[in-house]
């Protein structure tokens, strides 16, 4: 029997041939918010390697959303045709293609990861040429040192519902199969569930129905102009350092599922500046699978594992035992491009890898395993060649992942 990760999955109306997913990862290269070849040259390397749904960067919905003047967008429609050029690329590989569309809220406009991560002035110079006024539901800020945001007036909440569905419309004018909504890491959707960010006396404030009724008015609204044939994802933090519960998240997910959400991407963390630090004692390989399997198991929707999946046979074994539908990988990816091929052979299926590559790769490694070792590795390759044994130290370099 195949291995379940090289088994095709179906999701409403689209095929995936494997279930091996690139994480949403910003790579801090966008220019005024646009895609340029730096986009293409790094999501083409994830498909001509094999992976089965590649995920576009957190792209945001409005430019005050931006965490960085580096973000991706998706509010104009200028946009789309760049983007759809990538798409089509991804597309002519095999894989199948993913957006997520977010927004930072008060966790925006902040200088890059190297930078220090921390707030930006908003400086000609330094934005990304909008305006780009720190908001949020409430005029609470994200941590002490950190400016206040804005509380969102009524008004502006359900233009912001509209922001999400006007751009899912554009994914789909690009030509993507997936959109995911990001409501986790503590931004913008994640700020609204959050009793700690969220402080309004509003319908949108309160009530756990009332903090849920952003997420859920986003995923509506992005339903309602969303194919019905193609398949919507959630990025959740199934549990946050301030108090939000995976009861929360399940709860959260069976409304979702209700408004036609088909998988919950199930992350965790990002409420506050001390959760990636804390991150860091607490990582330990699939530290997040338990999350995607109560969320399957508790509101009956298909999920996506992340977070330190590293091995082929640990991937497998997550979806063998049924915690998750998908396996997302985003730095081991980072790190091998070309991980599905690797997972196959190891999984003693080499030949379906070298079928997803271009036949000018896959043609030549496919003879070679002929020749070489009959298509596994021996065991002294596997030692010198296995590109999970530098993990560790990867595990301790986790800081800031978010
Ligand atoms: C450089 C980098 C950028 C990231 N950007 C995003 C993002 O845009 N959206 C998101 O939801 N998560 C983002 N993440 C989190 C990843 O999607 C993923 O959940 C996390 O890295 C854990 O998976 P891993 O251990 O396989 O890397 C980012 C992580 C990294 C390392």
Redesign the pocket.
């Known amino acids: 029997m195949d291995p379940l990760l090289f088994t095709p999955l179906e999701l409403r109306g689209l095929r995936l041939r494997n279930r091996i997913v690139l994480?949403?990862?910003?790579?801090?290269s966008a220019e005024r918010g646009f895609v340029n070849d730096f986009h293409l040259m790094h999501l083409g390397k994830f498909a001509v390697g094999g992976t089965g749904l590649v995920?576009f960067?957190?792209?945001k919905v409005d430019p005050r959303g931006c965490?960085t003047a580096r973000d991706l967008g998706l509010w104009k429609d200028e946009f789309v045709a760049p983007m759809a050029r990538i798409v089509a690329f991804l597309k002519a590989h095999g894989a199948a293609t993913a957006i997520?569309l977010?927004h930072s809220g008060r966790k925006a406009r902040s200088t890059l990861?190297w930078e220090g991560r921390v707030p930006s002035p908003d400086l000609p110079g330094v934005d990304h040429g909008e305006e780009w006024e720190l908001v949020g539901p409430s005029a609470v800020p994200h941590a002490d040192g950190f400016p206040v945001p804005r509380e969102l007036t009524r008004a502006e909440v359900k233009d912001l519902v509209e922001a999400w569905g006007k751009a899912a419309e554009r994914a789909n004018r690009a030509g993507f199969d997936v959109v995911?909504i990001?409501g986790?890491?503590g931004?913008l959707i994640h700020q609204f569930l959050s009793e700690h960010a969220n402080r309004r006396t509003d319908e949108y404030g309160g009530s756990f129905a009332n903090r849920m009724r952003f997420a859920l008015e986003i995923a509506e609204r992005v339903r309602a102009s969303w194919p019905a044939e193609k398949p919507l994802f959630f990025?959740a933090s199934a549990v946050d350092e301030e108090g939000w519960r995976i009861e929360d998240s399940i709860a959260l997910a069976r409304e979702l599922k209700a408004r036609g959400v088909d998988v919950i991407?199930c992350?965790s963390g990002g409420m506050t500046a001390r959760s990636a630090v804390e991150s860091v004692r607490t990582?330990r390989y699939g530290?997040?699978v338990e999350y995607a399997a109560a969320i399957r198991e508790g509101a009956g929707i298909a999920t996506m594992a992340?977070?330190?999946?590293?091995h082929a046979d640990q991937a497998e074994q997550i979806l063998r035992t049924g915690q998750a539908d998908l396996v997302?990988?985003?730095?081991?990816?980072?790190h091998n491009p070309n991980w599905p091929v690797d997972a196959a052979e190891k999984l003693g299926v080499g030949r379906l890898g070298y079928g997803q590559l271009p036949r000018s790769y896959g043609y030549w490694l496919e003879k070679r395993a002929g020749t070489n070792y009959g298509g596994r590795p021996s065991t002294w390759q596997v030692g010198i060649g296995d590109t999970a044994s530098a993990a560790p130290a990867?595990i301790a370099a986790?800081e800031?992942?978010?």
Do not use: C, N
Request: charged residues 20%; proline residues 5%.
């Open positions: 994480s949403p990862m910003l790579t801090y995920f960067e957190s792209t965490t997520q977010g990861p995911e990001h986790a890491h931004y990025r991407d992350s990582l530290y997040q992340v977070g330190l999946i590293i997302a990988l985003g730095r081991e990816l980072l990867r986790s800031g992942l978010r």
